[in-house]
C-alpha cells in the first residue's frame, strides 16, 4: 500500500520561513513525479511546486517562485519544500501528491492526474 506522510506545517510570522517535508513508502518507490498543491479555504486547490525524479526539473506557480524550493533526497522518496519569505496569502493546507509512473510534463499541476495524496500539513502565516 503507498502512503504519502507530510510534515513540517505550522504557524509563523509573515516573512519568516517553514520547510515542509513528505515521505514517499510502500509500493510507492522513487515516484516519477512528486508535487506540492495547496487550499485556503473557500478557495479552490493549486499546485505549488513539482519535481521530476532523480533531481528532475522543478517547476512553480509564479507567485510562489523566488521564494519556495522543491528538492528531493537521494533516494527519491523524501520531497521538501522550502518556504521563506513567506506571506499571508500563503496559508492553507498543503498537500503531497505523487504519481508513480508518469512524468510531470504530464501531470504537470493537474490534481486529477497524480495517483496518492497524502493527508495534508497546515500551514498558517499571520501579517
Known amino acids: 500500500q503507498a502512503q504519502l506522510v507530510e510534515s513540517g506545517g505550522g504557524s509563523v510570522q509573515a516573512g519568516g520561513s517553514l520547510r515542509l517535508s513528505c515521505v514517499a513508502s510502500g509500493d510507492l518507490n522513487r515516484p516519477a513525479c512528486m508535487g506540492w498543491f495547496r487550499q485556503a479555504p473557500g478557495k479552490d486547490r493549486e499546485g505549488v511546486a513539482r519535481i521530476g525524479a532523480s533531481g528532475g526539473a522543478s517547476y512553480y506557480v509564479d507567485s510562489v517562485e523566488g521564494r519556495f524550493t522543491i528538492s528531493q533526497d537521494n533516494a527519491w522518496n523524501t520531497v521538501y519544500l522550502q518556504m521563506n519569505s513567506l506571506k499571508p496569502e500563503d496559508t492553507g493546507m498543503y498537500y503531497c501528491?505523487?504519481?508513480?509512473?508518469?512524468?510531470?510534463?504530464?501531470?504537470?499541476?493537474?490534481?486529477?492526474?497524480?495517483?496518492?495524496w497524502g493527508q495534508g500539513t497546515q500551514v498558517t502565516v499571520s501579517s
Open positions: 501528491a505523487a504519481h508513480p509512473t508518469s512524468f510531470c510534463a504530464y501531470v504537470g499541476f493537474a490534481g486529477d492526474r497524480y495517483k496518492y
